[in-house]
């Protein structure tokens, strides 16, 4: 099966948090094949763990801990470039859903799924609106 996680179902594979194991679930009855993430995922996911830092949820030891292992995995994910396509579909999205809250990252987020509907079978998110406007999407989240 081919998936594509967002920055926040792709932190729960590095750090448990509430719902990791609806996450740890599709993984261990699913034959996942390819995983597919937005490249900006690398930003975020960086930013998401120094946030930790921030707030003592980690230690800056285990922040370059799991910062080093996310890069070592770079190679299992397929990141998909952030090029003007997905700029501008993540600007008509924001057009589409802003009254729903959609913002910038979000949007470029969707928009990537958006990218993937006909190669991927399913969109995992942890943010409810983005899971939210996912379906809207008509993607199987």
Not at 3 to 16: G, N, P, Q
Not at 45 to 55: D, G, H, L, N, Q
Not at 95 to 115: D, F, H, M, N, P
């Amino acid at each position: 099966m081919k998936i594509f996680l967002d920055t926040s179902s792709l932190f729960k594979l590095y750090h448990r948090e509430a719902d990791t194991s609806e996450l740890e679930l599709v993984f261990s009855t699913s034959k996942i094949t390819d995983i597919f993430l937005s490249e900006i995922s690398k930003i975020e996911f960086t930013s998401t763990i120094w946030k930790k830092v921030r707030t003592h949820e980690l230690t800056q030891s285990q922040a370059h801990a799991t910062l080093g292992m996310f890069e070592s995995d770079f190679t299992k994910y397929s990141f998909v470039a952030t090029g003007s396509i997905i700029i501008e579909q993540a600007r008509i999205l924001c057009s589409k859903y802003g009254i729903e809250g959609l913002r910038t990252l979000e949007s470029i987020q969707l928009s990537t799924a958006v990218s993937l509907s006909q190669r991927v079978e399913q969109f995992l998110t942890a943010d409810k609106l983005l899971k939210f406007l996912m379906q809207a999407e008509g993607l199987p989240t």
